[in-house]
């Protein structure tokens, strides 16, 4: 089966400053590739997602790259805010089920 | 338009018994996928359901069940209740069209539950 793994598990940044968060994935077959933030206590809330036959997506200040060769995937937040502090997952799938990274913790400082 | 509804958020139960949790989806969304989320273990996919069959599974025991009713709405059954199934159990829903590269789903707040 797939398996994703996400790096860092935490990552603290000061405001202003961007965050960077990489995910690399083991099925070639997957094709869609979306990221989540999680709050406490909530569910997890889609921020951005890339399909297999686009190499960048871009949505204000997140941005997501995509490399199919390497099978590895980034997330770029630029100019962080105290609200960016959250856990964000990235996950792959290739049909309705969702592979997920374990997940990266990310604090931003004010 | 309405997110995804999880009924109850919280439950607490003893070994042994069983559970139901119930997901009302997006209106217009006819598939409902179910994970488990735990410290350990991260977000895992239960199954999904479409169209009331259910279309993907994932390496659950059998004691993990789910159904989908004609309104599209979905329940999963834990039974046979152990300690490490503990954890937030979670609903996303989709259009679930086949043949569309990647479709969002989009998650509920979770039920919460408490084994003891």
Wanted: glycine share 10%; hydrophobic share 30%; aromatic share 10%.
């Amino acid at each position: 089966g797939e398996n994703v793994e996400q790096h860092p598990s935490t990552l603290s940044v000061q405001e202003g400053d961007s965050a960077v968060i990489k995910c690399t994935y083991s099925d070639s077959a997957s094709n869609y590739f979306p990221w989540y933030k999680q709050e406490l206590g909530k569910g997890p809330q889609l921020i951005i997602d890339i399909r297999s036959n686009v190499g960048e997506k871009k949505d204000q200040r997140i941005a997501v790259t995509l490399n199919k060769t390497a099978k590895h995937f980034s997330l770029h937040i630029t100019e962080t805010q105290p609200e960016d502090s959250a856990v964000y997952f990235c996950a792959a799938s290739n049909d309705y089920k969702l592979s997920f990274g374990a997940g990266t913790t990310v604090t931003v400082r004010a | 338009k309405a997110g995804v509804t999880q009924t109850p958020r919280y439950l607490i139960k003893t070994r042994g018994q069983q559970v139901t949790l119930s997901c009302s989806p997006i209106s217009g969304h006819r598939s409902v996928s179910w994970y488990q989320q735990t410290p350990g273990q991260g977000l895992q996919f239960l199954f999904e359901y479409f169209s009331e069959t259910q279309r993907n599974k994932g390496n659950f025991p059998g004691r993990f069940s789910g159904r989908q009713f004609s309104n599209s709405r979905s329940e999963m059954n834990v039974s046979t209740l152990e300690l490490g199934d503990s954890a937030l159990y979670l609903c996303a829903s989709s259009f679930g069209d086949e043949g569309v590269l990647g479709e969002t789903q989009y998650f509920g707040p979770g039920t919460r539950l408490l084994v003891l």
